[in-house]
C-alpha cells in the first residue's frame, strides 16, 4: 500500500464512520472523531463507561494523521521556522526552570503560543534562529511573517505576531481588536503517523475487519426508475476466502468467488466485478428479485468444494520439503533422546522423556505444511444481470 | 482410504497436506441470514477486503518487514542475518555478532518478518533485568511491536510480546503460568548466560514450549567447548550429536577442538557471526588528545587542604573503605570544578555532629573555594570549542560541573544543552533534539542512558574521568558506534599532580583503553572477574600510598595484572576465537558470493 492508497483508505474509514474532518493537507488529515470511530480507536474504555452512564455529551478526541511524515515535516518546519518553538526562552540552558518543557511534537506543530512568539521576536530567538534551519533556508513564510509584522503590530502585543506569522490573517485581525487570540484546539492534538506497517493502521484494519464482515445488497439503478415493467434481480452469494499456506514459512492467497443462487454458477474476482456498481441495503423502487434454487448454505459448501479443487491443482513442491524437514530434524532428535535414554538413570528417564516428546511436538508446531481456508466477509448480492465489468449502460 | 465428506472441514490435499476450512463464521453468518440483518456497511466491508488485501503477503521468502518499518533502515549484514535466519535456518539460531553490530535490529527483523506473515503472535523476550526497557522500546519505535515489560502477573496471559527478565520468569508464581504457555517465538538475550546445563536458568529454558528460538551473545565460547555444545543443544538437540558423539568428534581438550571444518559447517547450520571489519560492516578510527593541565595556585591549594583532609579521616578510620568512599569523591569533585566539591563539603559539613572538630576544619575548606575566581578547565574548553568548530559532547560525573559548564559557556555566547539521567523520557528526546537541531555542545552526566545515538557528533570532551573503565567506554560507545562515518576524536582533560593525573595514565598509557575496540573491554573485565573490584583497587592504592612515586609503582602494577590478565584470557581462547574467526569468515565469503 502507498501513502496514496493508505490516505484514500483512511479517510474513507474516517466518513464511514462519521466523523468530521477539520483540516486536510497533502500529507496529513486532523480530524475530530465521531463516537463511533473514538471507541474503536483511542481505547478510552473508562471514559466511555462514565458517558454511558452519566448520559453526558461526549467529547471525542481529535487527531492528526501523518500519512507522509517527511512531507510533513518539511511543511510544518516552513510553517514554523521563523519562531524557534523548540528553544524556550531560558528554562532549559540553564536547568533552572521546573516547569516542564513541550514536548518535541507539540512544539513543532503549535507554534502559537505567547512563549513562541516571544523568542520569535524577542533577542534571544535571533541566535537560536540562526541555528534553525527553516530560518536559514529564508523560504519560509513564517519567518518574514513574523519579522514584518512584529515591529508593525507592536501595540497588538507578541501574540498577535506570533499567530500573524503562522499564516492566519483572519486571527490577526481579531488579535489586533482583542489583543490575545486563544490558542486554537488544535495545537494540543496528538499526532498519529500513519505509514505502512504503523500500529494506528494496523488497529484500523482490524477495526473494519470486525464491522464488515456481513452484508446484503441490491443494486441501484437509475435506469430501472423510468422503465414501466419491474426489473428482475438475480442473487448471488459472494464469498472472500483468504487462504493461508504455511509451514515454517507462509504465504497468503484471496478468493473472491460468486455464486449464482439461482443456476450454480460459480465466478471467480467476484468483489473486484462489484465495485463499479452502484449498491444499497434497501430494495429499489420497480425492482423484483427472481426465485433461487439455492440456499446460502448449499451455496456455501459447493464453494469449498470448488475453492478445494483449484488448491489441487497447485504445485504442492513447497509442502513436500517442509514434510522432508520435518522428517529431517525429528530423525535428527530422536538419535539425540535415543542416546540420551539409553544412558540415562532410571529415574530421570519420565523427564526426559517428556522433553523429548515437547520437542517433538515444537517440531511437527514448526514445520508441519498446512492449508488453512478462512472467510473474510460475505453476503448476498442481489443484481441487475452477471457481474462483470460489462453492463456499462447502467452507469 | 475413506473418501472424504463434502462438508468435512479438514479434507487432504496432497498426501502429505491437508486443507482446513476454518467455519468458525458460519454461525453468525446464519443469525444474521434467518433475521434478515443487521447488515454492516457496505463501505465498511470493502474496506475490510482492502485491509486483507493490502496485509497479503504473496511469496514465501520475501522479505515484508522492510516495508514496515517506517524509519528504521537496516544494515546490509542485519538483512542478510535476517534472511538466513528465516529461510536457512528455520527461525531457530544462535546471533552470535560482535558486540556494537546490532544483535537487537537483527532479532528485531526476524520477529517482525513472522509477526507479520501471521506465523507468530505470542513472544517471550527474556533479557537481563537493566535491559528489559530498552528493548521495549526499540521493539516499539522501530518496530512498531507492541511489546510491553512484564509488571503483573495478568500480563503473562495478555499481553501478545512481552519482555521479561529470566529471574523473574522462573520464580513462583510466574513460572507455572509461563511454563502453561506455548510461545511462537522465544528470545533470549545474553544467552551466553546458559552456558551451563546444570543450572536452573538453562532447565527453564529448555523446558519452555517454543516455535522459534534466538539466542542472541557475543561470546558463545568463553572457556570451554563444552558451552557452545550446550547452548546449540538448547536451541537444537542432536545438531551437534549426542554429549559422547560430541566429544571424541570434535574435543581434543575443552579449549582446543578438532575435526574443526566440519565443526563450522555444523555450527554454520545454526550460528551466524558478523564481525567488525567484515564487507560493509566498518567503524572509523579514534583519536586520542590528553590535555595535562596545571592548576592555579588557589586550586591546587584546595585540592592539596582536601587531599590532607581526605588522608587524615582515611587514617582514622583505619582503613575502612566503604566510608571512605565519599570523601575520595571530595579529591576528585575538586579536579572537576569548585561548584562540584562546594555542594559536597557543605553537604558534609551540614551532616557532621555541631560538636565534631571536623566542622572547623570543613568549612575551613569552604572558605578556600571562596578564594577561586577561575576554572583551569572551563577556560581549556572553551578554548577546545572555539578550535573544534563543530558538534562536541562534553561529559562530567557531576551535576554541579555541568551546571556551571552550562552558565559558563552561555556566558561565552555558546549555546549549550544539559542530559541527564534524570531526565523523563520526553525531556531526554527533546533535548537530543535541541542538540541535534540548534546547539553546538551538550553537556552530559550520563552516558549509560539507552538509546541516545550521537552519530551525528564526533567530538567528545571528557571534562573528568569516571574510574570504572566500563563507564568510559559507554561513553565513548555513545558516539563511535555503528552510522558513525567521522574519526572520532576524544578529549581528555586531566589536572597535574591529582589522582586524576594517575587514573588517566592507567586507563590511557596502561590499559590502553582508548583504543580498544568497542565492546572488547567488557569482554576482558568479564574474564578477569574484575568488574567490581577495579575501582575499590584504585581508591586502595591512592589512599595507602605515601606519596606520587608509590602511587605510580603500584598503578604499573594493576596495569601490568591487566595487560597480563588479558593476554592469557587471549592465549586461552585463542583455539576458540579461531573457530569462531573462521565461522565468520565463512559467512562473509558466502554472503560476499551471493551479492
Not at chain 2, 161 to 181: C, E, F, L, Y
Not at chain 2, 206 to 231: F, M, S, V
Amino acid at each position: 500500500m502507498n501513502t496514496k492508497q493508505i490516505q484514500r483508505f483512511v479517510l474513507k474509514y474516517l466518513e464511514a464512520t462519521g466523523s468530521q474532518i477539520i483540516e486536510k493537507g497533502h500529507a496529513h488529515v486532523t480530524v475530530k472523531l465521531s463516537p463511533e470511530a473514538d471507541r474503536e480507536l483511542t481505547n478510552r474504555s473508562y471514559y466511555w463507561n462514565f458517558v454511558e452512564r452519566t448520559g453526558v455529551e461526549p467529547e471525542t478526541m481529535t487527531f492528526t494523521f501523518i500519512f507522509d511524515p517527511e512531507a510533513h515535516q518539511a511543511a510544518q518546519t516552513g510553517i514554523g521556522g521563523g519562531q524557534p518553538a523548540g528553544l524556550p526562552p531560558s528554562g532549559a540552558p540553564t536547568l533552572g526552570g521546573g516547569a516542564a518543557p513541550p514536548t518535541p511534537g507539540a512544539a513543532g506543530a503549535g507554534p502559537t503560543g505567547p512563549r513562541g512568539a516571544h523568542t520569535g521576536v524577542g533577542p534571544t530567538g535571533g541566535s537560536a534562529g540562526a541555528a534553525g534551519p527553516g530560518a536559514a533556508g529564508g523560504s519560509a513564510p513564517g519567518s518574514t511573517g513574523a519579522a514584518a509584522l512584529g515591529p508593525a503590530s507592536a501595540p497588538a502585543g507578541a501574540p498577535a505576531a506570533g499567530t500573524a506569522g503562522t499564516g492566519q490573517p483572519s486571527e490577526s485581525i481579531l488579535g489586533r481588536y482583542f489583543g490575545f487570540v486563544p490558542t486554537s484546539p488544535v495545537s494540543r492534538v496528538p499526532q498519529d503517523v500513519l505509514t505502512y506497517g504503523s500500529r494506528r493502521l494496523e488497529q484500523i484494519f482490524a477495526v473494519v475487519r470486525g464491522k464488515g464482515r456481513f452484508i446484503r445488497l441490491f443494486e441501484d439503478l437509475k435506469a430501472a426508475r423510468s422503465v414501466p415493467l419491474s426489473q428482475g434481480y438475480s442473487s448471488w452469494f459472494g464469498v472472500n476466502f483468504k487462504v493461508q499456506l504455511a509451514c515454517d514459512m507462509k504465504r497468503d492467497e484471496l478468493h473472491s468467488l460468486g455464486f449464482d443462487l439461482a443456476t450454480g454458477e460459480i465466478v471467480e474476482q467476484f468483489h473486484d466485478s462489484l465495485t463499479g456498481r452502484r449498491l444499497t441495503p434497501k430494495l429499489p423502487v420497480n425492482v423484483h428479485v427472481l426465485p433461487t434454487r439455492f440456499t446460502p448454505a448449499k451455496a456455501m459448501i459447493l464453494l469449498e468444494n470448488y475453492l478445494e479443487k483449484v488448491l489441487r491443482r497447485y504445485d504442492h513442491t513447497w509442502a513436500e520439503q517442509a514434510a522432508e524437514r520435518l522428517e529431517d530434524e525429528l530423525r535428527r532428535i530422536d538419535e539425540y533422546y535415543l542416546d540420551l535414554l539409553k544412558a540415562a538413570d532410571e529415574s530421570l528417564r519420565p523427564d526426559i522423556e517428556q522433553q523429548y516428546r515437547n520437542r517433538q511436538q515444537e517440531i511437527d508446531w514448526q514445520y508441519r505444511p498446512r492449508v488453512t481456508a478462512s472467510v473474510i466477509n460475505c453476503g448476498i448480492f442481489h443484481l441487475q444481470g452477471r457481474p462483470g465489468p460489462a453492463i456499462d449502460e447502467n452507469r | 482410504m475413506r473418501k472424504p465428506d463434502q462438508t468435512d472441514p479438514v479434507r487432504p490435499l496432497h498426501d502429505r497436506l491437508q486443507l482446513h476450512f476454518d467455519r468458525s463464521w458460519q454461525e453468525e453468518w446464519e443469525a444474521r441470514l434467518d433475521k434478515n440483518g443487521p447488515w454492516d456497511d457496505w463501505t465498511l466491508y470493502q474496506l475490510a477486503y482492502e485491509a486483507e488485501r493490502a496485509s497479503l503477503v504473496s511469496s514465501f521468502d520475501e522479505l515484508q518487514c522492510l516495508a514496515h518499518l517506517g524509519q528504521l533502515k537496516p544494515m546490509g549484514h542485519q538483512i542478510d542475518t535476517a534472511r538466513k535466519v528465516l529461510h536457512e535456518m528455520r527461525g531457530r539460531a544462535i546471533l552470535a555478532d560482535e558486540v556494537g553490530l546490532g544483535k537487537t535490529i537483527e532479532a528485531g527483523l526476524i520477529l517482525k518478518e513472522y509477526m507479520v506473515r501471521g506465523l507468530v503472535r505470542k513472544a517471550l523476550i527474556l533479557v537481563p533485568a537493566s535491559l528489559v526497557l530498552q528493548w521495549v522500546r526499540e521493539l516499539n519505535q522501530k518496530f512498531g511491536i507492541p511489546a510491553a515489560a512484564q509488571k503483573k502477573e495478568y500480563m503473562w496471559r495478555q499481553c501478545d510480546v512481552i519482555v521479561a527478565s529470566i529471574d523473574t520468569a522462573k520464580r513462583d508464581p510466574h513460572r507455572d503460568i509461563v511454563m502453561g504457555m506455548e510461545y511462537d517465538m522465544l528470545i533470549v538475550d545474553e544467552a551466553h548466560k546458559l552456558k551451563n546445563k546444570k543450572t536452573t536458568n538453562y532447565k527453564f529454558i529448555n523446558e519452555l514450549r517454543k516455535k522459534y528460538c534466538l539466542l542472541l551473545t557475543a561470546t558463545p565460547i568463553q572457556n570451554d567447548l563444552g558451552e557452545l555444545y550446550n547452548l546449540i543443544t538448547l536451541l537444537k538437540p542432536g545438531q551437534l550429536g549426542g554429549q559422547g558423539s560430541f566429544q571424541s568428534n570434535f574435543v581434543v581438550d575443552k579449549r582446543i577442538p578438532k575435526n574443526e571444518d566440519q565443526l563450522q559447517q555444523e555450527l554454520s547450520k545454526v550460528m551466524i557471526r558478523n564481525r567488525r571489519g567484515d564487507g560493509g560492516i566498518s567503524f572509523t578510527k579514534r583519536h586520542v588528545n590528553n590535555f595535562l593541565l596545571t592548576l592555579s595556585p588557589e586550586e591546587q591549594k584546595l585540592y592539596d587542604g582536601v587531599t590532607n583532609f581526605v588522608k587524615g579521616r582515611y587514617e582514622e578510620s583505619q582503613g575502612q573503605l566503604s566510608s571512605i568512599l565519599s570523601l575520595v569523591t571530595l579529591q576528585r569533585e575538586v579536579c572537576s570544578s569548585r561548584d562540584a566539591v562546594f555542594v559536597s563539603l557543605v553537604n558534609l559539613f551540614k551532616k557532621t555532629a555541631e560538636d565534631s572538630p571536623l566542622r572547623p576544619r570543613i568549612w575551613e575548606l569552604v572558605e578556600m573555594i571562596r578564594g577561586i575566581e577561575a576554572n583551569t578547565k572551563g577556560e581549556k574548553v572553551i578554548e577546545l570549542i572555539g578550535d573544534i568548530k563543530e558538534k562536541v559532547i562534553i561529559f562530567t560525573e557531576y551535576r554541579a560541573s555541568q551546571e556551571y559548564l552550562l552558565n559558563f559557556l552561555k556566558s561565552h555566547g555558546l549555546t549549550a544543552v544539559p542530559y541527564r539521567g534524570g531526565m523523563n523520557r520526553g525531556k531526554k528526546d527533546w533535548m537530543m533534539d535541541l542538540f541535534r537541531n540548534r546547539a553546538q555542545v551538550l553537556v552530559a552526566t550520563e552516558a549509560g542512558g539507552e538509546g541516545i545515538n550521537l552519530q551525528f557528533c564526533n567530538h567528545i570532551v571528557n571534562f573528568d574521568l569516571p574510574w570504572n573503565p566500563m563507564r568510559v567506554e559507554q561513553r565513548i560507545g555513545r558516539v563511535h558506534r555503528l552510522g558513525q562515518e567521522k574519526d572520532v576524536h576524544i578529549y581528555n582533560l586531566s589536572t597535574k599532580g591529582t589522582i586524576e593525573e594517575h587514573i588517566l595514565s592507567l586507563l590511557h598509557e596502561k590499559i590502553n583503553m582508548f583504543e580498544l575496540v568497542i565492546g572488547e573491554l567488557d569482554v576482558i573485565l568479564e574474564r578477569m572477574g574484575k568488574k567490581a573490584t577495579l575501582e575499590s583497587d584504585l581508591l586502595k592504592v591512592l589512599l595507602e600510598s605515601g606519596n606520587d612515586d608509590e602511587i605510580r609503582l603500584k598503578l604499573d602494577d594493576i596495569g601490568r595484572s591487566f595487560r597480563g590478565a588479558m593476554e592469557e584470557a587471549d592465549e586461552q581462547a585463542a583455539p576458540l576465537k579461531k573457530v569462531m574467526d573462521r565461522m565468520a569468515d565463512k559467512t562473509q565469503k558466502k554472503a560476499g558470493s551471493r551479492s
